[in-house]
């Protein structure tokens, strides 16, 4: 078969072709250097809004001396799946502390947080055996998500009949939730949220979702990605929330976030999590996280417990930074965490307000249709710690130049955020 028919036969030239003309995919970005407040990319220097290592710990040179003698010490991998190499010594110091903080027995690691989640489901819902009386059949369970929760949970759920066994409820609506239990009949059930969504910076009613999880006597797995670590001291608004998240069955996190590494985990009780590393197929069929990373998880975890001025001087430097977009006349998403949107509206419009950004030094993330409804296109900011008034001042500024004179108004009025939603 010729090159053109085979193309024509499976559309890949043509999907990246007309999704290159419409302003769906871009050239891809080469960095010259990390990723931080600022960044060099394709040769140009920007001020940069897209990063969600927005700490700054690879900035830090201790971090990075730390990194080095981790290395050297345990080396740049394990050397496969733990279930055939093992883990390292840091591993099982990350794993453990995790299970401090989260109440919880026992505590398993995944190259990312996307694997911890996809693990988690296939886990939940496997049959599986390794002999007829080393078996397990969990196919009757039922899943309940959140309808915003991540693409990683709708992907690994894809396996499940919408309806009968893959449910959904309202974004954080508990009263929502409440009756998709009650028609349930008791069957055996798991409910899957976030703490707090990237997509609309929104916080769960975490307590309220777990009492009601209590209620009908179903599991409950929270996926603390973007909230982990930032939970502020208790005159924060959101503290309430979640110290309650102990009462989950399971609790998710990323690391890839105000830790700024990669990889995930979840923490619970040992019955379950013992079970994991075989039948999530994301542990013993995947290499670990890297030793010296799971190493460095430990040290800015440490860091961030013992110093919790850290993350209360980034809240209070995000909060102070939406006041600015607010005082512009922006339109930002409703709640306050240090997550912040800017509603655009029309997709054309915020693939110009990108390119309009960019000319002017600054590189932000543009969410726009699959990520929300079409022509509801919002531009999703995180304050990097080392953001300097000046740049802050400047990039406002410019964007109440291109937006603030009701021109985003117009466009966003209803506008809705879908997040990951994947139905
Ligand atoms: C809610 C949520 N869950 C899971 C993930 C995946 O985490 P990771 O980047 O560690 O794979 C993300 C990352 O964007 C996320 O926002």
């Given amino acids: 078969m010729s090159n053109s028919s085979k193309s024509a036969r499976w559309g890949f030239q043509r999907f990246v072709a007309s999704s290159v003309a419409e302003g769906f995919l871009h050239e891809p970005v080469i960095m010259q250097g990390m990723s931080g407040a600022e960044v060099s990319r394709n040769g140009r220097s920007y001020v940069n809004f897209s990063g969600i ?12 001396d730390a990194f080095v003698e981790s290395a050297r010490r345990y080396g ?34 995944f190259a990312s947080g996307m694997l911890a989640n996809i693990g988690f489901i296939n886990a939940m819902t496997a049959k599986f055996g390794f002999s007829s009386r080393s078996a397990i059949d969990n196919r009757d369970a039922v899943l309940i998500f959140d309808r915003e929760c991540h693409w990683s949970l709708w992907k690994a759920a894809s396996h499940l009949k919408f309806g009968e066994s893959l449910l959904a409820f309202k974004h954080n609506d508990v009263t929502d939730l409440t009756a998709v239990l009650a028609k349930l009949g008791g069957r055996k059930a798991i409910v899957v949220f976030e703490s707090l969504y990237s997509s609309d910076g929104s916080v769960a009613p975490i307590g309220e979702i777990l009492d009601v999880c ?11 990605a973007n909230g982990f670590m930032v939970y502020g001291s208790p005159q924060r608004p959101f503290h309430e929330q979640f110290r309650h998240m102990r009462r989950a069955d399971f609790i998710m996190v ?20 013992d079970a994991f590393e075989v039948l999530s197929g994301t542990s ?3 290499a670990a996280i890297q030793p010296p990373t799971a190493d460095l998880a430990v040290f800015i975890i440490e860091r961030l417990r013992a110093n919790p001025w850290i993350m209360e001087d980034y809240l209070d430097r995000s909060a102070m930074f939406r006041l600015k977009l607010q ?49 509801q296109a919002l531009m999703r900011l995180i304050l990097h710690r080392l953001h300097t008034e000046p740049q802050i001042d400047r990039f406002v500024a410019s964007l109440k130049d291109l937006l603030g004179q009701g021109a985003s108004r117009d466009a966003i009025a209803g506008a809705e955020f879908v997040g990951h939603r994947q139905r």
Wanted: hydrophobic letters at 35%; proline letters at 3%.
């Fill in 254 to 273: 990323s690391l890839s976030k105000s830790v700024g590494l990669e990889g995930g985990a979840i923490s619970g009780s040992a019955e379950f999590i």
């Fill in 284 to 286: 013993i069929f995947t």
């Fill in 327 to 375: 005082a512009s006349g922006l339109r930002l998403n409703d709640t306050a965490s240090y997550i912040t949107s800017v509603m655009i509206g029309r997709d054309d419009k915020a693939e110009q307000v990108r390119q309009a950004l960019e000319q002017q030094g600054f590189c932000v993330p543009i969410f726009r249709y699959p990520a929300v409804k079409p022509n």
């Fill in 53 to 64: 290592n927005y700490l700054g710990w690879q900035q830090d040179a201790r971090v990075l």
């Fill in 76 to 109: 740049l991998s394990t050397g496969g799946s733990r279930a055939t190499q093992g883990i390292c010594e840091p591993h099982l110091r990350l794993e453990n502390m995790l299970s401090t903080l989260h109440g919880k027995e026992r505590t398993l690691s």
């Fill in 214 to 224: 209590q209620r009908f006597d179903a599991l409950s797995y929270i996926d603390d």
